[in-house]
């Protein structure tokens, strides 16, 4: 049988639950035990692939077409009701499981409600800050989700941080300050015509005028499968379970093997990341060719996905637009005077 990889199957097959706030990972009742993890030479990797593989799945949905420009970070898919209970008894809940840049590729469950933060996933932040750790963060996060933010890609966790910057603080205006940087512009100062000033402008930000990158399921899904075809490795994309249990390490390998351990698959190489790394460690010793290092980089680059961290704006002087930088920082969402004393 003609074997296919994507990660459409391989969020059907996962079965993990991570548990907030200590990375304990519970298989899901029911669930196959994740394969054994240990690399034989004399064995192809392309054979030591589980069973439940070869079922063919249907092939994710390829990408929703743009919604109209604003309703992904204001409001989610108009007329949608949002994806668990607590979420569906719950007004405060809007669903963007098919606005998420990552398109749900890697989740079983297609759908994802977010509310805004409130005070006690304020407080949560502040705790981040202040431990200069991202671990209260991710939590604050998975308390206005369906589900737990653990198990996000950081693709669709920073974009959800930019839909939490735009929704928080409904009262107070998410502005960008810039310098408009056109040349006619600056030429039209520079000869007196018009104020200097007027290349100083101040915009809003309004989530229709963030910068977002989306996944392209078809790219992704032929890549997946020509890498299992060539290395015999299950691919997946970088989770935020993975970021947190890595926060603290010491090896001095981690950094190195951390990057490549993410986009291993869970379901096949372990949940854990430390159990990922050692495996994938062992299958280097075995596959010491550095093709598959470009393989994994051009892997890393293709599923790129979440937010640009820029904005479009246009300049209140010329007229013309242009794009300027947007970080969002855990900062950003403590009340004012807190970010005046730091
Ligand atoms: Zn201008």
Redesign the pocket.
């Known amino acids: 049988m003609e074997k296919t990889v994507n990660l459409g199957q391989l969020a059907e097959m996962a079965g993990s639950d991570v548990i907030a706030t200590n990375t304990v990972i519970r298989s899901r009742p029911g669930a196959e035990p994740p394969p054994r993890v240990v690399p034989n030479p004399n064995a192809p990797q392309a054979t030591a692939q589980q069973p439940q593989m070869e079922v063919q799945q249907p092939q994710p949905q390829p990408a929703a077409p743009p919604q109209a420009a604003g309703s992904a970070f204001s409001q989610g898919r108009a007329g949608s009701s949002p994806s668990n209970a607590r979420a569906q008894s719950d007004a405060r809940f809007v669903e963007v499981g098919d606005v998420l840049p990552s398109l749900c590729m890697a989740y079983n469950d297609k759908t994802l409600a977010v509310r805004p933060f409130e005070v006690p996933e304020i407080n949560k932040i502040h705790r981040s800050v202040a431990e200069s750790t991202i671990r209260h963060e991710v939590d604050a996060m998975s308390a206005t989700l369906s589900r737990s933010a653990y198990d996000l890609t950081l693709g669709d966790f920073y974009w959800l941080m930019y839909w939490q910057y735009v929704n928080s603080y409904k009262r107070l205006p998410k502005t960008v300050t810039w310098t408009?940087t056109?040349e006619e512009?600056m030429n039209r100062v520079g000869s007196g015509e018009l104020a200097p000033d007027?290349?100083e402008?101040v915009s809003e930000v309004k989530g229709s005028n963030l910068i977002e990158k989306k996944l392209d399921a078809d790219a992704v899904n032929a890549f997946a499968q020509r890498f299992f075809d060539t290395w015999g490795l299950y691919l997946d994309l970088p989770r935020v379970s993975d970021l947190v249990e890595t926060e603290d390490e010491k090896d001095p390998d981690a950094d190195w093997y951390s990057k490549y351990t993410s986009v291993i698959s869970r379901e096949h190489y372990g949940a854990q990341h430390k159990r990922r790394r050692d495996y994938l460690r062992g299958w280097f010793k075995q596959h010491p060719d550095p093709d598959v290092l470009s393989d994994f980089e051009d892997w890393i680059d293709l599923t790129d996905h979440g937010v640009e961290e820029r904005v479009k704006v246009t300049?209140?002087?010329?007229?013309?637009e242009t794009q300027v930088d947007l970080r969002v920082t855990p900062l950003m969402f403590l009340p004012k005077g807190y970010s005046r004393n730091r």
């Open positions: 408009c056109n512009h007027s290349l402008n300049c209140q002087g010329c007229g013309v």
